[in-house]
């Protein structure tokens, strides 16, 4: 499995940008594919995943109404919209793919993820 993330950059504050995680070599019943981010000094932190087959959304409480997170299942692809940007969400972001055939519960900590992409830079200034 491979992850290319992208569309990171550097926006103002309010602002937008909107990431994209491409997929290849995705088993057919991976379960969920998420975003998290590593701030500068601090741990990997969740930040939005959906389920692959349902397509249902998860957010951290902190990005729940600015960011939207989707996939399409043809392009094998994952965005994440982020609108109203604050400098608290300036990290990397790395997308991550679970591939655990079904849970009862959405993953979030990192050691549920097996594959991850290389990250792309999120700056946002005030």
């Known amino acids: 499995v491979q992850l290319q993330a992208s569309g990171g950059g550097l926006v103002q504050a309010g602002g937008s940008l909107r990431l994209s995680c491409v997929a290849s070599?995705?088993?057919?019943?991976?379960?969920?594919v998420s975003w998290f981010r590593r701030a500068p000094g601090k741990e990997r932190q969740f930040v939005a995943g959906?389920?692959?087959?349902?397509?249902?959304?998860y957010y951290r409480d902190s990005a729940e109404g600015r960011f939207t997170i989707s996939r399409d299942g043809a392009k094998n692809t994952v965005l994440l919209q982020m609108d109203s940007l604050k400098p608290e969400d300036t990290a990397v972001y790395y997308c991550?793919?679970?591939?655990?055939?079904?849970?009862?519960?959405?993953?979030?900590?990192?050691?549920?993820?097996?594959?991850w992409g290389q990250g792309t830079q999120v700056t946002v200034s005030s």
């Open positions: 991550a793919v679970d591939r655990t055939a079904s849970r009862l519960y959405f993953p979030i900590r990192t050691s549920e993820y097996d594959y």
């Open positions: 070599g995705l088993p057919s019943d991976h379960y969920a």
């Open positions: 959906v389920t692959w087959s349902a397509g249902k959304g």
